[in-house]
Structures are given as C-alpha cells and as structure tokens.
C-alpha cells in the first residue's frame, strides 16, 4: 500500500502562486509515475502534470509554461510549482502515484480569484 498526502492549497488571487506539496509514505518502491490531477466543480478529474521517476514529466496544455512538476525520491516527494493562476484553476488537486496500481491522496483545494 502507498499512502499519498497533499498540502499547500489556499487561497490566492489572479496571477498569484501556489506550492503543492505530496508526501508519498509506504511501498513506494513500487511507484514509477507520479503526478497531480485536479476536479473543477461539475467537471470530471483531469491531468495536470505527472513524473517519472527519472524525471520525464508531462504537462496539460492548459498549464505549460505556468506550472512546473518536481520530485525527490529520495524524500518521496513530489511538487507542483503554480505561477500565473488564474480562476479557471479553481479546482480540488490530488496527487496520484502508479505502480501496479493507481494510488490517490484526498485532495487539496485551490481556490484562484479574480
């Protein structure tokens, strides 16, 4: 089992920033690719941004260039750096871990007001 917990969410103004932070805990030798996925209300879960462990990431389109993707495996973490928000990423942000299987935290809020 893999346990996964986020923090870093808040509130923050158009144009602001924001560090996520995930805390990956258990059979992580298991994990290969983790990343972060985010739920809008109303809306189903989508990708934001998700890392190998040797580093190869992979960004939505809608947060190239805005947001940035980190691990340390050796602290079993990982990070999303969000620059330039804006209130279309309002949205509830999870941190995911794959391995065998698909493991999920419980979410951290991010609220972007305009």
């Known amino acids: 089992q893999v346990q996964l917990v986020e923090s870093g969410g808040g509130l923050v103004q158009a144009g602001g920033s924001l560090r996520l932070s995930c805390a990956a805990s258990g059979s992580i030798f298991s994990i290969n690719v983790m990343g972060w996925y985010r739920q809008a209300p109303g809306k189903q879960r989508e990708l934001v941004a998700t890392i190998t462990s040797i580093g190869s990431t992979n960004y939505a389109d809608s947060v190239k260039g805005r947001f940035t993707i980190s691990r340390d495996n050796a602290k079993k973490t990982v990070w999303l750096q969000m620059n330039s928000l804006k209130p279309e990423d309002t949205a509830v942000y999870y941190c995911?871990?794959?391995?065998?299987?698909?493991?999920w935290g419980k979410g951290t809020l991010v609220t972007v007001s305009s």
């Open positions: 995911n871990a794959k391995g065998g299987r698909s493991y």
